[in-house]
């Protein structure tokens, strides 16, 4: 069965330092990976998505970026973070195909002190 | 862009008592997917919807699709305490990308 995997799951980080969240789903490939983030009593936010190795595509410009380095992983990346990107992060996979559901990770809960 | 409007945004119910929340569009949708978020949680998916007029069950769960594919509601009767959570609807939108609800979010009265 497909399992996946996400890391830390609650992250305190001052203003200004760098972010490296990762992502790792087993049992299946080549899967859509997703990043959202979730505000506090708030909705889901697309960040990224990919369809593939190396293809990233962005949904909200903003000081994070994405990376797919292998089929099963998805790394979600920021060189200097800001208070407003505190906030519950959300890695995803879903089969190709556009009625395939997603299946989330247990989420990264970040505050930027 | 398209947009999906999921009412109310919460509701407070005695333990015992029905729950709905609903779903609406202003296109045409091919399918609608529902998801539970327990508090402190991630999504789960619970059931996707896809013909004209579809109901579905899943114990106290009734899932609806409306005729015109443009609504749909979710239905939990005698609300128990395992309920508790956020609900959210999810279509695909132009993209091919899920465009998500607001949420509803289940209150159990104390």
């Known amino acids: 069965s497909q399992t996946i995997h996400q890391w830390p799951a609650t992250l305190v980080q001052p203003v200004g330092s760098p972010l490296s969240l990762e992502c790792t789903v087993e049992g299946t490939s080549n899967p859509n990976l997703y990043w959202y983030r979730q505000a506090a009593g708030r909705g889901l936010q697309l960040l990224f998505y990919?369809?593939?190795?190396?293809?990233i595509s962005s949904e909200v410009p903003q000081n994070l970026s994405a990376s797919r380095p292998q089929d099963r992983q998805f790394i979600l990346s920021s060189k200097k973070l800001l208070l407003s990107d505190s906030g519950f992060y959300l890695c995803?996979?879903?089969?190709?195909?556009?009625?395939?559901?997603?299946?989330f990770g247990n989420g990264t809960r970040l505050t930027v002190t | 862009g398209q947009q999906v409007m999921q009412i109310p945004q919460y509701q407070h119910v005695q333990e015992g008592e029905d729950f709905t929340t609903y779903c609406n569009s202003s296109?045409?949708?091919?399918?609608i997917q529902w998801y539970k978020q327990r508090p402190g949680g991630h999504p789960v998916f619970l059931i996707q919807l896809v013909k004209s007029g579809e109901v579905k069950k899943q114990k106290r769960l009734t899932f609806q699709f409306g005729e015109a594919k443009k609504n749909s509601s979710l239905h939990i009767t005698a609300t128990q305490t395992t309920d508790v959570g956020t609900y959210f609807c999810a279509v695909r939108g132009s993209n091919y990308q899920l465009i998500w609800g607001a949420g509803t979010k289940l209150i159990i009265k104390p």
């Open positions: 990919s369809v593939g190795i190396g293809q």
């Open positions: 296109t045409t949708l091919s399918n």
């Open positions: 995803a996979w879903s089969l190709t195909g556009n009625n395939s559901p997603l299946h």
